[in-house]
Nanobody
Framework: QVQVVESGGGLVQPGGSLRLSCAAS????????IGWFRQVPGKEREGVSF???????YYADSVKGRFTISRDNAKNTVYLQMNSLKPEDTALYYC????????????????????WGQGTQVTVSS
């Protein structure tokens, strides 16, 4: 069964850091693209970051320079390092994967991803 499970969310003060993890099972991460989305109640899901199986990475403008996506294929795990967190980063963060090969211009479209985790809550507040 193809599955992704997120962890690492929590409460952090503005300016702080968190590292989210996404453990993949039922498939080999080396051969798949994987990304992170986030959602705030009442708003649409927003693409945060994307890592292609070919080594390309993309970020939403709102997180560029603060967030870094990385993958450890040996552990079948993807990470999202989040630094300089802001209150507007508060959201439920989802790990996603797809076999549809999103490009640099399409990676942030939620409809392209068929596998979603249950989400991990990130709250940035003093």
């Amino acid at each position: 069964q193809v599955q992704v499970v997120e962890s690492g969310g929590g409460l952090v003060q503005p300016g702080g850091s968190l590292r989210l993890s996404c453990a993949a099972s039922g498939f080999t991460l080396d051969y798949f693209d994987i990304g992170w989305f986030r959602q705030v109640p009442g708003k649409e899901r927003e693409g945060v970051s994307f890592s292609s199986k070919d080594g390309n990475t993309y970020y939403a403008d709102s997180v560029k320079g603060r967030f870094t996506i990385s993958r450890d294929n040996a552990k079948n795990t993807v990470y999202l390092q989040m630094n300089s967190l802001k209150p507007e980063d508060t959201a439920l963060y989802y790990c996603v994967t797809t076999g549809l090969n999103p490009s640099g211009s399409t990676w942030s479209r939620p409809v392209l991803y068929g596998v979603w985790g249950q989400g991990t809550q990130v709250t940035v507040s003093s």
